[in-house]
Nanobody, 118 residues
Framework: DVQLVESGGGSVQAGGSLNLSCTAS????????MGWFRQAPAEEREMVAYIYSGGSTTDYHASVKGRITISRDTANTVYLRMNSLKFEDTAVYYC?????????????WGQGTQVTVS
């Protein structure tokens, strides 16, 4: 079965930084898109960023553009470098994988890692 394991969440003061990591296993996609979604209390889940297998396609939510960078240095691991964090970034961050980025929200999901900004 497909598994995604996130790490790197925690508490940080506003203006600080965090680095999230996600490692996927058990998938059978020839090509894949990996990315991050987040869900804050009483809010709908929203896309943070995603990146395709070859790194040729990336996208970011407007609220994090310029502050957050997504990257992948192996076929199955994706990173989210978050700088200048704001209170509004507080949420559970979920890693996801799918065959295409357009279908990322319909793919497999990790259990999430909590990010708290104070």
């Amino acid at each position: 079965d497909v598994q995604l394991v996130e790490s790197g969440g925690g508490s940080v003061q506003a203006g600080g930084s965090l680095n999230l990591s996600c490692t996927a296993s058990g998938y059978t996609y020839k090509y894949n898109c990996m990315g991050w979604f987040r869900q804050a209390p009483a809010e709908e889940r929203e896309m943070v960023a995603y990146i395709y297998s070859g790194g040729s396609t990336t996208d970011y939510h407007a609220s994090v553009k310029g502050r957050i960078t997504i990257s992948r240095d192996t076929a199955n691991t994706v990173y989210l470098r978050m700088n200048s964090l704001k209170f509004e970034d507080t949420a559970v961050y979920y890693c996801a994988i799918s065959d295409t980025c357009a279908a990322l929200h319909l793919g497999y999901w990790g259990q999430g890692t909590q990010v708290t900004v104070s």
